[in-house]
């Protein structure tokens, strides 16, 4: 039995690809290994959102080839493979084969024509109609915690972003299918599922089918009733694209305690010129807006976002508006990135005018301020019993228990493995770096 080590860079999607792929390889028969120095075949399933995750792989290929005596047959897929196709050969030594983002249900084809003799194997195709999105149970990455795609590709054109390049224009899965996907994920004993895709809620189905008896002035907020009616006990979505995030999908998560506490919504820049410029399709104020109706929500929602500093021509009044928008929204978390320049996006011709240096200082200074709302916030949770899904063992030590909570905290708490794959009390005593640290409680507190 060949075996294969399956290594994912970049985001959800690409998460929740591999597990797709893993799944396929398993049903044709191949081992999928955690352990990479036995593996006959070695899959990497790139990002491209920011030069540096580019440059990973080419890194990684590298250290592979000074670290094995025979070196396994290697496929690129996900978003580089996409980008760089064939040249990729040129770029990488050793390179077997390259498989495109919507090529990854043809991987098994691919490893057997390479099998078969043939060199620089390369699938950019389509995906197939009939393309199965399910996982097995194995190869998901949580037994209790699944990836639900809703939706593939982006048409936003954000002037820094590669992916409306790499992922291909938006298609929403048909609602019927997610919702089925879901009541089978709970038949198998998953409890929190999400949602996910570029932008969620840019989420457009070509038909009803799965929709017609839900109320909402959007498909998403219908979409979201719709899995909510499914009984699964959490439902988390991400991202949120700010222009398309209307007031019904708040309604929605008002009605339903199954949608939980937490909203990813990415402003990117406090200031409207640099929105502008970034081709957003929103203003601060619009933002701000939408921010004062989720505080307004009966339920604690937590805020996060990301935010890119040092995009071409942000001047230092730009940045500070950016500093005021953390500071007047008071997220949850934020994924702080320096604008890095993509080839082939509308952004790459505009001059970037911001030094490294000061792209680095915006960076820290950002972050500082991100940080201290974010100890504010949490300190809220001090004392406080709150639920949490027992998802795994920590990792740092046997008697204790990780999970999220509903406002996808992550949360390490003494409790004991009977508990795994529950939704169980915790009282909150610490606030450490990036988690909360706390204690299992009998019944509600
Ligand atoms: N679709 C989501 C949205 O528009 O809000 C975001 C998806 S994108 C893959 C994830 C994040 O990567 C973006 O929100 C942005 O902050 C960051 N990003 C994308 N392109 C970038 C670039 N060229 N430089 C730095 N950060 C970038
Ligand atoms: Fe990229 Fe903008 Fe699409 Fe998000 S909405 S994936 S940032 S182009």
New binding site residues.
């Given amino acids: 039995m060949k075996k294969v080590y399956l290594e994912t860079f970049g985001c959800q999607m690409n998460v929740s690809d591999s597990e797709r792929v893993a799944t396929v390889l398993a049903d044709k028969g191949f081992e999928v290994t955690p352990d990479e120095l036995s593996a006959d075949i070695v899959l990497l399933n790139t990002c491209s959102?920011r030069e540096k995750a580019e440059h990973k792989l080419y890194a990684r290929v590298g250290r592979m080839r000074k670290s094995r005596q025979v070196m396994p047959m290697v496929g690129v897929m996900g978003c580089v493979a996409q980008l760089e196709g064939e040249t990729l050969f040129n770029k990488i030594e050793g390179l077997d084969f390259v498989i495109g983002t919507r090529a990854i249900g043809r991987v098994a084809e691919a490893i057997e024509k390479v099998y078969d003799g043939n060199r620089a194997v390369t699938d950019l195709g389509d995906r197939e109609k009939d393309y199965d999105w399910s996982v097995s149970d194995p190869q998901r990455h949580s037994r209790y915690v699944a990836f639900v795609p809703i939706i593939e590709g982006?048409?936003?054109?954000?002037t820094?972003?590669?992916?409306?390049f790499s992922?291909g224009r938006e298609e929403s899965l048909p609602a019927s299918e997610i919702v089925r996907h879901v009541l089978e994920l709970r038949r198998s004993g998953v409890k929190e599922v999400h949602l996910i895709g570029?932008?969620v809620n840019s989420y457009r189905p070509t038909n009803e089918s799965g929709l017609e008896t839900f109320p909402g002035a959007t498909p998403f907020s219908r979409l979201l009733r719709a899995v909510a009616a499914t009984g699964i006990e959490r439902i988390k979505f991400n991202?949120s694209?700010p222009r398309d995030f209307h007031a019904d999908i708040i309604d929605a998560i008002n009605e339903n305690k199954n949608l939980c506490n937490w909203v990813h919504l990415?402003v990117?820049s406090g200031s409207d010129r640099v929105l502008k410029r970034?081709?957003?399709g929103h203003t601060i104020e619009s933002y701000f807006k939408k921010i004062d109706k989720l505080k307004d929500s009966h339920r604690d929602l937590a805020l996060t976002t990301?935010i890119i500093v040092g995009f071409p021509g942000e001047s230092e009044a730009d940045f500070m508006e950016t500093v005021r928008a953390v500071e007047y929204c008071g997220f949850d978390s934020a994924y702080i990135f320096k604008y890095s320049p993509r080839p082939g996006t509308p952004a790459f011709t505009m001059d970037d005018d911001v030094s490294p240096g000061e792209k680095k200082l915006r960076f820290l200074e950002l972050e500082k301020v991100q940080k201290r709302s974010q100890q504010n916030r949490l300190q809220r949770y001090i004392g406080n019993t709150i639920e949490v899904l027992a998802e795994r063992v920590s990792a740092r030590s046997e008697d204790d228990l990780t999970g999220h909570s509903t406002c996808h905290k992550l949360v390490n708490f003494r409790g004991s493995q009977e508990m795994l794959g529950n939704v169980v009390n915790v009282r909150i005593r610490e606030i450490r770096t990036n988690s909360l640290f706390g204690e299992f409680v009998k019944g509600k507190g």
């Fill in positions: 959102v982006c048409n936003k054109f954000c820094y972003c590669i992916v409306p992922r570029q932008n991202t694209f990415p990117q970034m081709k957003r990301d």
